[in-house]
């Protein structure tokens, strides 16, 4: 069985490399990456369950990263990670990375893993995504009952009204 993905995104290695070796678990497993950039194309490549990304990073903010996160992979929970935490970011993280939770450095390690873990839990026990032609399928049936059905003769073929049968 393959294990869940948690990547860590942050431009300091020695915060990310510390933190993997504090989140490592039998559970998951854990990626690092030291840019967005970096990141996505992690994500491009397999898919990850959880994000922890980093606010200030160069080239792209924690936020805008998981801005495209939330559009590009909506089933992967969103933590944002911050030293300066500001209203305006927690406002951007919220509003348009549609974060799960925001966080402030320093961080104890313990308590990620525990939310990591909770997470990854939410993940497994939601419904399956509901495919929107399934909806749209059952919305047609109840508005137009027998719309999906098809009438065949006795040899298979498929039997269509003639227009001036249905006026």
Known sequence: MNRPVVLLVDDEPSLVEGLELRLRSKAFRVLTATSAKEALELMSQQEVAVVVSDERMPG??????LSVVAKSFPE?????????????AAMRAINDAKVAHFLTKPCDAKALKALVE???VEQLEAPPPVDKREGAITLLETLHPGIGQVRRDETGAVLLDDVDDAA
């Open 76 to 88: 992967t929970a969103r933590i944002i990670l911050t030293g300066q935490a500001s209203v305006e």
């Open 118 to 120: 909770k997470l990854l």
């Open 60 to 65: 792209m903010q924690g936020s805008e990263f």
